[in-house]
């Protein structure tokens, strides 16, 4: 688990978010698939493909389109 906090110019804690290992795992993977295909000039479709679960894939996919935006 990975806490990541914004902090203010002040030191005040502005805003913070927690990250599981999973979230962290696919935030990697995927940020490293958007450089890859960045690299080749051309617009990635999906995150790396792997054998997961329907339900991780869902959670995966739901944190990819979050990165995009």
């Not at 804690?13 to 927690?18: G, K, P, Q, T, V």
């Not at 995150?47 to 991780?56: F, I, K, M, N, V």
């Amino acid at each position: 688990m990975v806490k990541v906090i914004h902090l203010a110019d002040d030191g005040t804690e502005l805003a913070a978010i927690e990250l599981d290992d999973f979230t962290i795992e696919i935030l990697y993977s995927g940020l490293a698939h958007l450089l890859r295909e960045a690299a080749h000039g051309s617009v990635p479709e999906g995150g790396p493909t792997s054998e997961l679960s329907r339900q991780a894939r869902q959670r995966r996919d739901k944190i990819l389109a979050r990165i995009r935006d």
